[in-house]
């Protein structure tokens, strides 16, 4: 079946230590790979994508992911995180299903605490 | 630029109720269209997509329903809405393989 798994409900990082959010994912094909990132009563924000290319992509606010074909991940990574960064936070996958039709499959979300 | 409007940013309405949310697209054609769901400020459940006017697909058999009358229009709808009809509605948009685009969402409460 086609999905993405991000296994940590909650992520908790001190102000001004890297942060890493998990990612897997299970498509046929080769995989179009999203983050998105949700603050409280709004709609998501697209943050990068990976399509083709470098396996190092980066986004906006700082972060990068970085896709990793054989370990099947697309983890988000930040140097140095801010308060400002805690958030709930998405990774999707564009998988092709029955009909030709392709669509997001999100993740169940992770979300990030940063304490000052 | 590219732009998704999305109305009413909150709702509360009684049981058994109708209800009709609109979401517009501008600055872009024949887009593909999304309604998800999300309860309790987590996972999103996907609802409906279409991909043309007209041409709506149910993921989940419920008490809503979709319509997209123009290009750029999508609308959820229900006849009589039910208390496990709260949560929060997002609309999106995307074209071909690239990222979605979403809607500030609305925020439905069911008393």
């Known amino acids: 079946a086609q999905s993405v798994a991000q296994p940590e409900d909650q992520v908790n990082v001190a102000e001004g230590n890297p942060l890493t959010v998990k990612c897997t994912y299970s498509v046929s094909g080769n995989p179009y790979l999203f983050w998105y990132v949700q603050y409280p009563n709004r709609g998501l924000q697209f943050l990068l994508k990976?399509?083709?290319?470098?396996?190092l992509v980066k986004g906006s606010y700082g972060f990068e992911a970085e896709f990793n074909k054989s370990q099947t991940s697309f983890h988000l990574k930040k140097p140095s995180a801010l308060v400002s960064d805690s958030a709930l936070y998405f990774c999707a996958v564009r998988a092709r299903f029955s009909g030709g039709y392709n669509k997001l499959i999100f993740g169940a979300g992770t979300r990030l605490a940063v304490h000052p | 630029s590219q732009t998704i409007h999305q109305w009413p940013a909150t709702l509360v309405q009684p049981v058994g109720s109708p209800l009709s949310l609109e979401c517009t697209v501008e600055?872009?054609?024949?887009?593909?269209l999304y309604w998800y769901r999300q309860a309790a400020g987590r996972g999103l459940q996907l609802l409906f997509y279409s991909v043309g006017i007209g041409q709506i697909s149910s993921e989940v058999p419920q008490n809503l329903s979709a319509s997209r009358p123009q290009d750029r229009q999508f609308i959820l709808s229900s006849k009589k809405l039910l208390l496990s009809d709260s949560g929060f509605y997002l609309c999106?948009?995307?074209?071909?393989?690239?990222?979605?685009?979403f809607g500030q969402g609305t925020r439905l409460t069911v008393v």
């Open positions: 990976y399509i083709t290319g470098d396996n």
């Open positions: 999106a948009w995307d074209r071909g393989q690239s990222e979605a685009f």
């Open positions: 600055g872009t054609s024949n887009p593909n």
